[in-house]
Each structure stands twice: as structure tokens, then as C-alpha cells.
Nanobody, 115 residues
């Protein structure tokens, strides 16, 4: 059974940083391209960043380029999202999944950025 467990969210002031983690189980993690997605209140879920099995990264959302970093540790079956210089518009529930999406969504982790 596939399980994705996100953690690391919280309340932070604008300009602050957070590091999100997503632990995967039940999959051969190392062969999957992974992505971080987010869903802001009242909006559709959107792709934020992706990382291939080999570690090549891409930022699907222009607003996070230069502020967010995606990485992975295949030995720990974990993908990370380092978020710096956070803005109120980054407020959302953040999820991880494969890229493209193929697994059941986890519960996500809430990031709230205050101005």
C-alpha cells in the first residue's frame, strides 16, 4: 500500500523559511520522478516543483524560482522542499506525489505565511 506522509509545515512570518519533508512507502521510490504540489484556499491544486529520479529539478511555478529548492534522499525514500523568503501568497496545503501524479494523495502539510 502506497503511503505519502508530508510534514514540516507551520506558521511563519513573511521572509521566513520552512523545510518540508515527504516520506514515501510502498513504492520503489528511487525510480519515480517526484513533485511538490500545493493548494491554496479556494484554488485548485497546482504543481510547484519536480525532481527526476536522477536529481534533475524543475520549477513549474515561476514565483518560487530562486526561493524554493527541491531535493531527494533515495536511501530514506524522502523528498524535501526547502522554502526561503516565504510570501503570504505561498500559504497553502503542500502535498507530494509522483510526477505525473499516480498515487493516492497524503494528508498534506499546511504552510501559513503571515504578512
Amino acid at each position: 500500500q502506497v503511503q505519502l506522509v508530508e510534514s514540516g509545515g507551520g506558521l511563519v512570518q513573511a521572509g521566513g523559511s520552512l523545510r518540508l519533508s515527504c516520506a514515501a512507502s510502498g513504492i520503489i521510490f528511487s525510480i519515480n520522478a517526484m513533485g511538490w504540489y500545493r493548494q491554496a484556499p479556494g484554488k485548485q491544486r497546482e504543481l510547484v516543483a519536480t525532481i527526476t529520479s536522477g536529481g534533475r529539478t524543475n520549477f513549474a511555478h515561476y514565483s518560487v524560482k530562486g526561493r524554493f529548492t527541491i531535493s531527494r534522499d533515495n536511501a530514506k525514500n524522502t523528498v524535501y522542499l526547502q522554502m526561503n523568503s516565504l510570501k503570504p501568497e505561498d500559504t497553502a496545503v503542500y502535498y507530494c506525489n509522483a510526477d505525473p501524479v499516480r498515487f493516492t494523495w497524503g494528508q498534506g502539510t499546511l504552510v501559513t505565511v503571515s504578512s
